[in-house]
């Protein structure tokens, strides 16, 4: 997601339902989350009784709403943490990607085949969002640092990298994650003060997914086009598309920080949307609904 959405340097109010008394430790888990990554949320945690069917989420997106009171967090019958967006309970799911992820290689995802990477390498996904992505720059074996700007996704992430670690089959991929709540652009200016301290953290991709208009999916003359799915609609409630200049800061300060490694930078996009900063790329990878363009500096 846009990692240049500026943030409110206010705490955020968060409402928490759980289902059941037994959840307590998991609560007790999510406040050690927000403490010891200094996320600027405050819960405000109340028993759930009711089922949570699909309707009751809904209705109770639209009573809060019409209050216009803080985003709502849901923690289910399974302890899964999800955020209530206009009725619909969206979270990670990393274990749906499952199957994605063990057999994800070159051949199958176009994002590898972009990237070039290995069980050595290191990356940054500067627009974490949901960690999808993250997740398979990662199953090459690489170490990936995951930036979120939003503190309730970074919490949602962090919730789930937790959750995941439970499983004996996730340990060692969650292990190669690292979830820091900032911008991109500080935390690229931070590796550049830090450069010559910090030797041996070399960075040879940076992964950039940024915010974009929700009809980017769209062909502009028959306005055909892939449906945006419900991940992406909740972030565009957090988030807004990057302006020109924000682009070309981002794209910029992301080049700096893989050039003295002769790294790459690549962006993905909806296979009809321009050039991120209307900067030509040094190549490019697609199918019919994405694309993958390559900024190289060796």
Known sequence: MNSLQQASSAFMHCQLFYVRDSQQMQIARLQSLIVAHKLPIVLHIELFSDKLTQKRRQQLSQQLDQKATQPILLLDDKDTLSWLSDGLSVAPEWDKLQRRVVSAGRKSELLLQAA??????????????????????ASTGAQVVMLEQQPLMALLLLAEQQRMTALPNWQKLMARLQIINTDAISYFKSMSSHSLANADKSVDVVYLDPMFPEDSY??????????????????????????????RQLLQSALSAVSQYSGRVIVKRPQLAPLLANQAASECWHNEAVRFDGYFTR
Not at 116 to 137: R, V
Not at 221 to 238: C, D, F, I, N, P
């Open 218 to 247: 769209q062909d502009q003359k028959t306005g055909k086009g892939a449906k945006v799915g419900k991940h992406m609609q909740a972030l565009h409630q957090l988030a807004r598309p990057p302006t020109s200049d924000e682009e």
């Open 116 to 137: 070039k990477m290995t069980s050595e390498s290191k990356a940054i996904d500067a627009t974490a969002g949901f960690g999808h992505d993250s997740l398979i720059l």
